[in-house]
């Protein structure tokens, strides 16, 4: 607690003993009404400052407490992010030597067919566990440091990634970009989350639409940060309630072999862990089905 804080109230109440010894000198009832006024206004003089004090003290405990949880929340990242890298480790070695060995069986000349069918259906599922374990395993992997991105060049990389699927859907494509400001972020993971947002769009959109990608400078309205909302509208299939409710589960996917299901999952992540925030909304109805995810990401000061 502040010292002179301590000194202040120890000179009121020293103040208003001396006021109290006072009143038993004096007989007048005038004076003794003013003397009562002031002892009163030295007691509220007094709690006054102890009310600061106690206030002084909750806000020092608060930034103890946040503190204390962006180094335990750091600290696991770096935990997770070592246990990763030895799991990748490990997962990958093996993975590989059966990779190989497959694909040496799968060159024998004599191989009856049935066997051979069965080599290739167990080189697709080992792709697959590949695929979950660097999924997995890349999210939680130290990235560098945080860089300044421009959201709409990243977006527009992963439009071309996806340029030959998207145009065989017949998907036409609406850049609405209105921020110049670069983020501060974790170059790699915005990819991925972008990577994603636009692959299960072009998923849903099998029977062609339109795909919207929309930048704007935005300000959260909880918090007053000020940061970009990125958002990623499709006119596809849309999602039923019990589908919208369940999507950031791991491993909850509608694709059957083709889906593992970690993307929403891993994209929550990544948006959290830059303080952002994810909204999606989503309608099956035959006049506006589509769906529309709408991520913020707030600025920040240079790490
Ligand atoms: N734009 C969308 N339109 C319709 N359904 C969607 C859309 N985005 C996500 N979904 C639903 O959410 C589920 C989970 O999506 P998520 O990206 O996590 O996994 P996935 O796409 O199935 O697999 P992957 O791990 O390869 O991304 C999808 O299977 C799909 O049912
Ligand atoms: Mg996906």
Redesign the pocket.
Known sequence: MPKQHDANSQLKISNLRLIAEECLKINSPLQKTKLKNLKSRHQLEVHQIELEMQNEEILRLCALEKEAFERYTDAKFAALGEMAEGIAHEINNPLEAVTNLLYLINEEKDLPEQARSFTHLAQQELARVSQIAT?TLRFYRQPTARTAVRVSEQLDSVLKLYQGRLASAGVEIVRDYRVSAPLLAFEGELRQVFT?LV???L??SRNGGKMTLRTREATDWRTGRKGIRITVA?R????SKE?LRR?FEPF????GI????????V?LGIIQKHDGRVKVR?SESAEHHG?V?SLFIPHREKD
Do not use: E, V, Y
Request: net charge negative.
């Open positions: 999924q994603n692959g299960n769009a998923d849903a499709d596809g299939h849309g999602m589908t999507i909850f996917s509608t694709k083709t889906g593992t299901g970690l993307g929403l999952w994209t989503s769906t995810f």
